[in-house]
């Protein structure tokens, strides 16, 4: 896909991504917004999405997402959808629906295109990555854009260090540091810094984690008065899970938030043998083989029983298909 071809033309263009956008969601849809901005100056472009968390300020471009998805354009002439389908985008789904055109950029397996046009590379280390390659025309890219591309790669590579880094994923970040920022900076300040209250809660969720299924599985849960003491938001919670995910012999790991009365937001992760996204997408969420998420109703015991009777259920095939 070349971006520039897709929305020609357009005098309105709207990008957005999913609700509680991570790093990966903020880079591609900012990093595509600076893009267009200089690649179809006479176009109206503008970028929705929830606030993001504050150590994305080094971002260039951050300042202008409409946070309150407020806008004066009633129907946009294209509307792009990246990092997620559309059932994700929260308040920006209606202009999704309502666009004259619309694209659709992912690497979400359990994504299949939800748009006019889809770009959906599931082998992808990232959409900021895709978002790179549709920016076929270089020459418009710049520091400031080479810097959110760059943010968003290393935040859902784990600074390339799981399995969906590829060569091209290191050829496109070799090519981004070329415009000269600061990456250790950013990689240090985005992704491993946190706050003393962030490694408190950290420190709880590791305590009082429970280890099951002859330790290949491992659970662990903050629930709304612990985050309320520690005056945590979602934001303060990302990065447990891939904790979790690192005791050894663990296959499987479960970190989940309560969201409401008899509701979580759940975290899955593997280290390669269980397929997450299939258990996530049972349970009306997605993601990817090895990390997914899922929003999901009932006690912690219910979600935790739920859940482990479809690890349960993965394993014992797998064991059943190597005999
Ligand atoms: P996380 O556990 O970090 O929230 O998400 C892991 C992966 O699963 C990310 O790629 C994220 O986009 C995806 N994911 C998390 N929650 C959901 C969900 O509720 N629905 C869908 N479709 N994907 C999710
Ligand atoms: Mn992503």
């Known amino acids: 896909m070349n971006i520039y071809d897709e929305v020609k033309g357009a005098v309105t263009i709207g990008i957005s991504g999913h609700i509680r956008p991570d790093g990966d969601c903020i880079g591609a849809a900012v990093g595509l917004y600076l893009y267009l901005k200089k690649a179809c100056p006479s176009a109206d472009v503008q970028v929705m999405l929830e606030k993001p968390a504050d150590v994305f300020s080094c971002i260039k471009g951050i300042s202008e997402i409409h946070t309150d998805f407020k806008t004066a354009v009633e129907c946009f002439d294209v509307f792009i959808a990246v990092d997620t389908s559309k059932e994700r985008m929260g308040e920006a789904e209606k202009y999704f629906d309502g666009a004259k055109k619309t694209i659709n950029i992912d690497h979400h397996v359990s994504n299949s295109g939800c748009g006019d046009v889809n770009y959906i590379v599931p082998e992808a280390s990232s959409t900021s990555e895709l978002i790179y390659q549709v920016m076929e025309d270089k020459s418009f890219v710049d520091v400031e854009i080479a810097k959110a591309i760059y943010v968003g790669i290393i935040h859902d590579t784990g600074v390339f260090q799981y ?33 003393y209250v962030q490694n408190q809660i950290l420190g709880r969720a590791l305590l009082e984690s429970i280890l099951f299924m002859d330790g290949k599985c491992v659970v662990s849960m903050v629930d709304k008065k612990t985050m309320g003491f520690y005056q945590a938001g979602p934001h303060d919670l990302e990065g447990i899970v891939n904790h979790l995910r690192n005791i050894k012999g663990v296959e499987c790991a479960i970190f989940m938030y309560q969201t409401d009365t008899l509701e979580y937001k759940v975290s899955l992760r593997s280290n390669g043998l269980v397929d997450v996204s299939k258990i996530a997408v049972f349970f009306g969420g997605g993601g990817h083989v090895r990390a997914a998420g899922a929003t999901m109703q009932g006690t912690f015991h219910d979600i935790t ?18 005999v």
């Open 163 to 195: 399995s969906n880094t590829s060569p091209s994923t290191f050829k496109a970040a070799a090519e981004l540091i070329a415009y000269g920022f600061d990456f250790s900076k950013i990689i240090d300040e985005t992704f491993y810094e946190k706050t």
């Open 305 to 322: 029983n739920n859940l482990s009777a479809r690890i349960d259920a993965q394993l014992k095939e797998i064991e059943r298909t190597k």
